[in-house]
């Protein structure tokens, strides 16, 4: 079972990127998807989620008005459009499965591999 995340690259800021999560081996229909990022010298921080369906959206409040995140259901993918992109975005971004966004109890069984995003000023 895998996750692949892609879609990073460099960009000056205010400009957008769209990640992508694929998974292998099982479908992401019947799983939540997380984004999270580390950025240099810092820990890693969640910073969207939407649930199995497709239904329930949450968002991090340091990206909450400029990243977006949905679902391709019958594509199997998730996706993170990031837009007004700023330097303090610059990390690598990870996709991983998920049983209870943003909630205390959520377990993240599965992980991409991570696509690295670049912000220039």
């Known amino acids: 079972v895998q996750l692949q995340a892609s879609g990073g690259g460099l960009v000056q800021a205010g400009g957008s990127l769209k990640l992508s999560c694929l998974a292998s081996e099982f479908t992401l229909n019947y799983f939540g998807i997380a984004w999270f990022r580390r950025a240099p010298g810092k820990e890693r921080e969640e910073i969207s989620c939407?649930?199995?369906?497709?239904?329930?959206?949450k968002y991090g409040d340091s990206v909450k008005g400029r990243f977006v995140i949905s679902k391709d259901l019958p594509k199997d993918l998730v996706y993170l459009q990031l837009n007004n992109l700023q330097p303090e975005d610059t990390a690598i971004y990870y996709c991983a499965t998920s049983v209870a966004c943003f909630q205390h109890d959520d377990v993240n069984e599965f992980w991409g591999q991570g696509t690295l995003v670049t912000v220039s000023s």
């Open positions: 939407i649930n199995d369906r497709g239904d329930i959206i």
